[in-house]
């Protein structure tokens, strides 16, 4: 059965987002990259957040507006929503709650090693559920100041991790980790 596998693009001071959820600042930073390559191609579904789906699109006004990696993957997609449209969306399935997000992606991932968690939000509770397997970082040289964090807990929160694999491009410094339980 398939993992889940958070991952996202992070500026150095901890932002997968700038303010108000601008994503355009990432198109700087596209680029070959045989991890990140490797990754769209063992991904079989996504779990997607809401405020990840309706948000902003680093895409915006390009032919690849509203595809998944710019069009670099298809393949099943899983919202994750107490507020699905009224109108269906192609290609989409509304989930409201996390345990049958999780179990639809996973069904729908097949023989594929991962379901891409994308949202920090949902990757949150993914982690409170203790359903979090792996996280994916790609860091890029710059600095946002603000914006949705890779990881928010009011409070603190001490999650252990383990460094599967560390790769570089000209664009950015790659950790691949493991969640330890």
């Known amino acids: 059965m398939a993992k889940l596998l958070y ?3 992070m500026s150095l001071d901890g932002f ?3 303010p108000d ?4 600042w990432l198109t700087r ?9 490797r990754l769209i191609r063992e991904t079989g579904a996504l779990l997607i957040g809401n405020r990840t789906f309706r948000g902003d699109d680093p895409y915006k ?3 690849q507006e509203g595809e998944p990696f710019g069009g670099g993957w298809e393949g099943p997609q899983f919202v994750l929503t107490h507020h699905a ?4 969306v192609p290609g989409i399935t509304f989930v409201g709650d996390l345990g049958s997000g999780i179990a639809a992606a996973k069904t729908a991932a097949g023989e594929k090693e991962y379901v891409n968690v994308l949202g920090a939000d949902v ?3 993914c982690l ?3 359903a979090l397997d792996e996280i994916f970082v790609s860091i890029v040289p710059v600095l946002l100041g603000d914006g949705v964090r890779l990881f928010d807990q009011p409070g603190g929160a001490n999650v252990p991790l383990e460094r599967i694999e560390l790769t570089r491009t000209p664009q950015a410094t790659n950790l691949w980790l493991r969640v330890v339980r």
């Open 7 to 9: 991952s996202a693009t």
């Open 16 to 18: 997968i987002t700038g």
């Open 21 to 24: 959820g601008d994503m355009s």
């Open 29 to 37: 930073y596209f680029g070959p990259g045989p991890t990140v390559n």
């Open 61 to 63: 006004g390009t032919p």
């Open 85 to 88: 449209p009224e109108t269906a």
């Open 123 to 125: 990757a949150k509770q």
């Open 128 to 130: 409170a559920a203790g």
